[in-house]
């Protein structure tokens, strides 16, 4: 198996169960790659290159290495580009060399996975390029709007494209947006009851100017500034005054980052970057040996 390892990402059981579903095992007559079996002879070798026929961002060339391996241990792969680096429309990522049914089987699944990821990773670098243009510190974030299943890999992705990845999921940091501010009665009294529960990170959502004050007063670590425009943004920032990091969210997009990042907020969370990015155009051509 491939040295790919991300912390609570089980790459070994993700190769098994992507494999899985492909061959359709425990269905009736699942279990086998039906048109390899049938057209490709058991000793027949391919050799093979994986090219973009994008400008792209790469990202996920581990996991395709491990879908490969998976199936042919003893498969010739060499990499000619890594995860992040930034190459060209026609460039070759990868040459693959081994057993012609086994990599025919894993091929679908290992250029999904890379298609995938490279695309997250392809639009996350527009946006951080986008971004620059009005601040040279702001840091671009992503968000929990991610495929289920596929969270750790798509904020893998946003990585290799330059953003940081926000919170992983429920557990690492509190959130308080809107409906717990509803339940609550007010943000302060959403924070206090998080400070009184002894949660270590919370980020709290305001959308007002005036919710900024109590919100800090009750001891929010972090305020997420919703939908507001650049000019309502600075103002905020303004009134922040340093005290805690500052993120603009809502309404982003490759238009308006520049603008929201000039306004002076420390970080910019962007949800499109894994909930919209297109698949990037990658191929793999093999040759019987």
Same mark, same amino acid.
Not at 32 to 50: K, L, W, Y
Not at 135 to 149: E, F, M, N, V, Y
Not at 182 to 189: H, I, K, L, M, W
Not at 273 to 279: G, R, Y
């Given at each position: 198996?491939?040295?790919?390892?991300?912390?609570?990402?089980?790459?070994?059981?993700?190769?098994?169960?992507?494999?899985?579903?492909?061959?359709?095992?425990?269905?009736?007559?699942?279990?086998?790659?039906?048109?390899?079996?049938?057209?490709? *002879?058991?000793?027949?070798?391919?050799?093979?290159?994986?090219?973009?026929? %994008?400008?792209?961002?790469?990202?996920?060339?581990?996991?395709?290495?491990?879908?490969?391996?998976?199936?042919?241990?003893?498969?010739?792969?060499?990499?000619?580009?890594?995860?992040?680096?930034?190459? @060209?429309?026609?460039?070759?990522?990868?040459?693959?060399?081994?057993?012609?049914?086994?990599?025919?089987?894993?091929?679908?699944?290992?250029?999904?996975?890379?298609?995938?990821?490279?695309?997250? @990773?392809?639009?996350?670098?527009?946006? =951080?390029?986008?971004?620059?243009?009005?601040?040279?510190?702001?840091?671009? #974030?992503?968000?929990?709007?991610?495929? *289920?299943?596929?969270?750790?890999?798509?904020?893998?992705?946003?990585?290799?494209?330059?953003?940081?990845?926000?919170?992983?999921?429920?557990? %690492?940091?509190?959130?308080?947006?809107?409906?717990?501010?509803? =339940?609550?009665?007010?943000?302060?009294?959403?924070?206090?009851?998080?400070? @009184?529960?002894?949660?270590?990170?919370?980020?709290?959502?305001?959308?007002? #100017?005036?919710?900024?004050?109590?919100?800090?007063?009750?001891?929010?670590?972090?305020?997420?500034?919703?939908?507001?425009?650049?000019?309502?943004?600075?103002?905020?920032?303004?009134? =922040?005054?340093?005290?805690? *990091?500052?993120?603009?969210?809502?309404?982003?997009? #490759?238009?308006?980052?520049?603008?929201?990042?000039?306004?002076?907020?420390?970080?910019?969370?962007?949800?499109?970057?894994?909930?919209?990015? *297109?698949?990037?155009?990658?191929?793999?051509?093999?040759?019987?040996?």
């Amino acid at each position: 198996m491939i040295a790919f390892t991300l912390p609570g990402f089980d790459l070994p059981k993700f190769i098994r169960a992507t494999l899985a579903e492909d061959l359709g095992e425990g269905l009736p007559g699942g279990g086998r790659d039906v048109t390899s079996e049938s057209v490709i *002879p058991a000793e027949a070798r391919f050799s093979g290159v994986m090219d973009s026929r %994008d400008a792209i961002t790469v990202a996920g060339l581990p996991l395709a290495k491990a879908f490969f391996r998976h199936l042919d241990p003893e498969c010739r792969i060499e990499a000619l580009v890594a995860d992040g680096d930034q190459v @060209a429309s026609g460039t070759d990522l990868m040459r693959i060399e081994g057993r012609a049914r086994a990599l025919l089987t894993a091929e679908r699944s290992a250029l999904n996975i890379v298609q995938h990821l490279s695309g997250i @990773a392809t639009l996350t670098c527009a946006y =951080v390029g986008a971004m620059r243009e009005g601040s040279a510190t702001c840091t671009l #974030l992503d968000t929990r709007k991610t495929i *289920p299943g596929l969270r750790f890999l798509e904020k893998y992705a946003t990585r290799q494209g330059g953003a940081q990845n926000h919170r992983m999921g429920l557990w %690492d940091a509190a959130m308080i947006k809107d409906n717990h501010v509803a =339940v609550a009665g007010s943000v302060g009294e959403a924070v206090r009851r998080a400070r @009184a529960a002894g949660v270590e990170k919370i980020i709290c959502e305001v959308d007002r #100017l005036d919710q900024i004050e109590p919100a800090l007063q009750a001891g929010a670590h972090h305020l997420l500034l919703d939908n507001m425009d650049p000019a309502t943004l600075a103002e905020a920032v303004a009134l =922040v005054a340093g005290r805690v *990091p500052t993120e603009a969210s809502g309404g982003v997009n #490759l238009q308006t980052i520049a603008a929201k990042a000039a306004s002076g907020v420390d970080f910019i969370s962007v949800g499109r970057l894994t909930q919209s990015a *297109p698949a990037a155009d990658i191929g793999l051509d093999f040759k019987p040996l």
